[in-house]
């Protein structure tokens, strides 16, 4: 008899044999927002201007992942960095929860499938295709994975009100970007993906599975639409991260 595929072989009891809060104590003055940056140079700065206060460190085998919290507004809003891809990134989200999070707004880059999209554009994720192995774990098999519309009408509500522009779309979140090949990526603009990232589906799963919640922005880098990958660098790009990063706390405040 021929087996399956292991991704469906998928599994939700409660609790798993290592659960986060089993082996993770909340913190009694853990910040309830949170932002998720994948934007080390961002925190870097905002730390070295002695904007940020370190909260824990989270730790895997490759080093620590520091949590810090950022005093904006009169609100404290914890801050993190999770890695690069789908597993990093959702399992050290879930970390975040089991130390109290509740409302989670990320942000990070991603490539273009639309050429006509500038580099440096706010991307409002709606939806994601679940090419990534992560999500499987959290919620049954689908090709898609939708955004809270809740949540996408304050963060519009919110970028509107900053006179921020953006745009809405669907993602594609992959496990591997030195496998995104002309066919794939035509697949994915037929089916109305504008973007391409590693880490969004996955994250909308943990929502999912946690009851919490979460947004994100995204913010457009290098185009892959093309017969050749234009890495569209930009000297500003630095400066546009930052830019980003606030638009993200002024949307997780409202959340």
Sequence with gaps: MEKSLPIHEHDYERPAIIEPTKVISPIPDMPERAVVIFYQDVIDSLNERGLLEKIVNRRSEVGLFPVYGIEYKGERVALLNPGLGAPSAAGF??????????????????????????????????????????????????????????????????????????????????????????????????????????????????????????????SSGDDVSGDEWDRRFHPEASSHKERVFWAALECCLRL
């Design 93 to 218: 989200y879930d970390e975040l929860i089991a130390l109290g999070v509740k409302k989670t707004l990320a942000c990070g880059s991603c490539g273009v499938l639309k050429r006509e999209i500038p580099r440096g554009e706010i991307i409002v994720v709606e939806s994601a295709i679940r090419d990534e192995g992560t999500s499987f774990h959290y919620v049954a098999p689908s090709r898609e994975i939708y955004a809270d519309p809740y949540v996408i009408e304050i963060i519009e509500s919110t970028l509107r009100g900053l006179s921020i522009p953006y745009i809405k779309g669907k993602t594609w979140t992959t496990d591997a970007f030195y496998r995104e090949t002309k066919k794939i990526v035509k697949r994915r603009i037929d089916e109305g993906c504008i973007t391409v990232e590693m880490e969004a589906s996955a994250l909308m799963a943990v929502s999912r599975f946690r009851d919490v919640v979460f947004g994100q922005l995204l």
